[in-house]
């Protein structure tokens, strides 16, 4: 089933500009990551971020975590054409046997 | 480049066959993960060998088993194929045995095709 769910399901923005995603789930958490996929090819990770870290940086990207909400954002800052692609929030829930769980993922295209 | 290879890259083949898709992982890397991506079940995992043994299993079908092999590289074997099982089939590996605990990096995939 379902674990994370992401929006928006699409996203299109202007070349420098911020792009935001937005992750739901359901369960406790041990820890949720970000990853990325270009067309038709493989994942690649993004960033880990523990259910007991709020915030966490690399690069150009921010990811926040409120797990009162169940909630987590991904945010890339200075969009590049490079960023085009679809990001998938995935989740690893406590007490389970740390099988990751992806969304569906938003797909982002940045306009040139 | 991950580090991870998957072969082959592309599969056709006929409701009803078997087919086998392998995987080697990253150099040091002792766990491999199966996942599959079709259009309308996202990405589900399906099963994670750590150094040989089976460590956790996902939504993986009766007709798919998969082994890890002593030096390591994994094989994903699916029979009695569906029009239903075509989808990019991807494998990932990871340094230790703690599944979503770490890192796992993924192959480039293998599209199969079920005609």
């Known amino acids: 089933s379902q674990q994370g769910e992401e929006d928006p399901q699409a996203l299109s923005i202007q070349e420098g500009e911020n792009a935001t995603m937005n992750c739901s789930y359901k369960?406790?958490?041990?820890?949720l990551q970000w990853y990325r996929q270009n067309s038709g090819r493989g994942l690649v990770h993004l960033i880990l971020?523990?259910?007991?870290?709020r915030e966490k940086h690399s690069g150009r990207l921010r990811v926040t975590l409120d797990t009162s909400k169940k909630s987590s954002s991904l945010l890339i800052t200075a969009s590049r054409a490079a960023d085009t692609a679809s990001y998938f929030c995935?989740?690893?829930?406590?007490?389970?046997?740390?099988?990751?769980?992806f969304g569906k993922g938003t797909r982002l295209h940045i306009l040139p | 480049d991950s580090g991870v290879t998957q072969t082959p890259k592309h599969l056709i083949t006929a409701t009803g066959q078997r087919v086998t898709l392998r995987c080697s992982p990253r150099s040091g890397d002792l766990s491999v993960y199966w996942y599959q991506q079709s259009l309308d079940q996202g990405l589900q995992f399906l099963i994670h060998y750590y150094n040989g043994e089976e460590r956790a299993k996902g939504n993986i079908l009766e007709r798919f088993s998969a082994q890890q092999f002593p030096d390591l590289h994994s094989e994903l074997n699916l029979s009695s194929l569906e029009l239903g099982d075509s989808a990019l089939y991807f494998c990932?590996?990871?340094?230790?045995?703690?599944?979503?605990?770490?890192?796992?990096?993924f192959g480039p995939g293998t599209r199969l095709l079920v005609l």
């Open positions: 369960t406790s958490i041990n820890n």
């Open positions: 995935a989740t690893v829930r406590r007490n389970r046997d740390d099988k990751i769980i």
């Open positions: 971020i523990r259910s007991n870290e």
């Open positions: 990932a590996s990871s340094t230790g045995a703690l599944g979503g605990q770490e890192t796992q990096y």
